[in-house]
């Protein structure tokens, strides 16, 4: 079974950015969509980004539009969320998520994706 891990969670003040990687044990041509999603205590699992495999396309949850960017780097074979103007309020353990049957309308729920990291810890100070 594909094993996800993270990386590049740390501190950093508000305005500042952080760039996560997230690695898989092997290659990632199975998944149908790569996701990040982030979940602060006492929250549910909140959706961030996803990339879908083929074709490259992204998509994004509303409260990091504009700031986060999800991308491939094929040489790595990783998938990376840069987070730029980062709030307090995007403090949270960030999870990497893989989907091998994962369809378009189901981008944004965690249930849809089969295999996960196990997180790295975001902390925004103000």
């Known amino acids: 079974q594909v094993q996800l891990v993270e990386s590049g969670g740390g501190l950093v003040q508000a305005g500042g950015s952080l760039r996560l990687s997230c690695a898989a044990s092997e290659r990632t041509s199975t998944m149908r969509f790569m996701a990040w999603f982030r979940q602060a205590p006492g929250e549910e699992h909140e959706f961030v980004a996803a990339l879908r495999r083929i074709g490259g396309n992204t998509y994004y949850g509303d409260s990091v539009k504009g700031r986060f960017t999800i991308s491939r780097d094929h040489a790595k074979d990783t998938v990376d969320l840069q987070m730029n103007s980062l709030k307090p309020e995007d403090t949270a353990v960030y999870y990497c998520?893989?989907?091998?049957?994962?369809?378009?309308?189901?981008?944004?729920?965690?249930?849809?994706?089969?295999?996960w990291g196990q997180g790295t810890q975001v902390t925004v100070s103000s």
């Open positions: 998520a893989a989907g091998t049957r994962t369809i378009l309308s189901s981008v944004r729920v965690a249930a849809a994706y089969d295999t």
